[in-house]
């Protein structure tokens, strides 16, 4: 059973930057796509974007120019970093496994909240 | 972008009664090249992350029970729960990967009435 897990700061100040490590285990990283998927409180899913374990990204075109993804597959472990965050950036932060027919494993999420 | 749009927002059903939540693509997300539609449905209950229920619009997940099912083609596309049960209390998301950007529906909320 592939298990994820998110970790990172809880609290950061307005034009901070969010940097979230999401751990997986129970399967090898190699050969899938990872996501990063986020929830502002009370409202649906927005999905950041993912990476392959190669490297290979893709994000969501309206926070490609704060959004980084990277890999580390000896630690079988990717990133998120989000730059110059503001209070709407505030939400659960999930990381999710990118299967071939959709995101089938999930973390329990992490709460970013964002406030001076 | 291919913006996916569900509808209702939320509905309310007795239980034991047929529940239908739809979910609409600006574009198609079935490719031709092996007749596939790229759309997977989600069911998130408070405090939990999401879970798959249905992709390729109408696989089953492993363990999800049988009284729920997705079905539609193309740009159409439906979750059908045949005989809602107390814990079906959720919020359902459609989801496309049929793109290198995925998106997902606003959701719908479930509950009983």
């Known amino acids: 059973q592939v298990h994820l897990q998110e970790s990172g700061p809880g609290l950061l100040k307005p034009s901070d930057t969010l940097s979230l490590t999401c751990a997986v285990s129970?399967?090898?990283?190699?050969?899938?796509?990872w996501s990063w998927i986020r929830q502002p409180p009370g409202k649906g899913l927005e999905w950041i974007g993912y990476?392959?374990?190669?490297?290979?990204?893709s994000y969501n075109p309206s926070l490609q120019s704060r959004v980084t993804i990277s890999v580390d597959t000896s630690k079988n472990r990717f990133f998120l970093i989000l730059s110059s965050v503001t209070g709407a950036d505030t939400a659960v932060y999930y990381c999710?496994?990118?299967?071939?027919?959709?995101?089938?494993?999930w973390g329990r999420g992490t709460l970013v909240t964002v406030s001076s | 972008d291919i913006v996916m749009t569900q509808s209702p927002d939320s509905l309310a059903v007795s239980l034991g009664e047929r529940a239908t939540i739809n979910c609409k693509s600006s574009?198609?997300?079935?490719?031709?090249?092996?007749?596939?539609?790229?759309l997977a449905w989600y069911q998130q209950k408070p405090g939990q992350p999401p879970k798959m229920l249905i992709y390729w619009a109408s696989n089953r997940d492993s363990g999800v029970p049988d009284r729920f099912s997705g079905s539609g083609s193309g740009t159409d596309f439906t979750l059908t729960i045949s005989s809602v049960q107390a814990e079906d209390v959720a919020v359902y998301y459609c989801?496309?990967?049929?793109?290198?950007?995925?998106?997902f529906g606003q959701g719908t909320k479930l509950e009983i009435k």
């Open positions: 989801q496309q990967y049929y793109t290198t950007q995925d998106t």
């Open positions: 999710a496994r990118r299967g071939n027919g959709g995101n089938d494993y």
């Open positions: 129970g399967g090898s990283i190699n050969d899938f796509y």
């Open positions: 574009q198609s997300v079935l490719y031709s090249s092996n007749n596939k539609n790229y």
């Open positions: 990476i392959y374990s190669t490297g290979t990204t």
